[in-house]
């Protein structure tokens, strides 16, 4: 079994920053590809940022220049620094991990979600 676990969500200004984690632990033997996805209050889930395993990137156009995804690959964490932060910023916010297991089986997994308030 293989959990996901977000943190670092809150309430904060506009023009703010805020850190999310979110590290993977289990049955994990490796992890390719990790990312952010975004849920905001009667929209659709949309893809904030991803990073392969070796560390290249893509981010949504709304969030780039602003928004960094980083990862440690050792200890099995993605991470989003969200700097200048506005209000529609604003919502769930959910890792993912592309997850190879101990078992060697291979499948998506996601994190509950952890909220990001911005407010004006």
């Known amino acids: 079994q293989v959990q996901l676990v977000e943190s670092g969500g809150g309430l904060v200004q506009a023009g703010g920053s805020l850190r999310l984690s979110c590290a993977a632990s289990?049955?994990?033997?490796?992890?390719?590809?990790m990312g952010w996805y975004r849920q905001a209050p009667g929209k659709q889930r949309e893809l904030v940022a991803g990073?392969?395993?070796?560390?290249?990137?893509n981010y949504a156009d709304s969030v780039t220049g602003r928004l960094t995804i980083s990862r440690n690959n050792a200890k099995n964490t993605v991470y989003l620094q969200m700097d200048s932060l506005k209000v529609e910023d604003t919502a769930v916010y959910y890792c993912?991990?592309?997850?190879?297991?101990?078992?060697?089986?291979?499948?998506?997994?996601w994190g509950r979600g952890t909220q990001v308030t911005v407010s004006s």
């Open positions: 993912t991990s592309d997850v190879w297991t101990t078992t060697w089986r291979h499948r998506e997994y």
């Open positions: 289990g049955s994990v033997c490796r992890i390719d590809d």
């Open positions: 990073i392969t395993r070796g560390g290249n990137t």
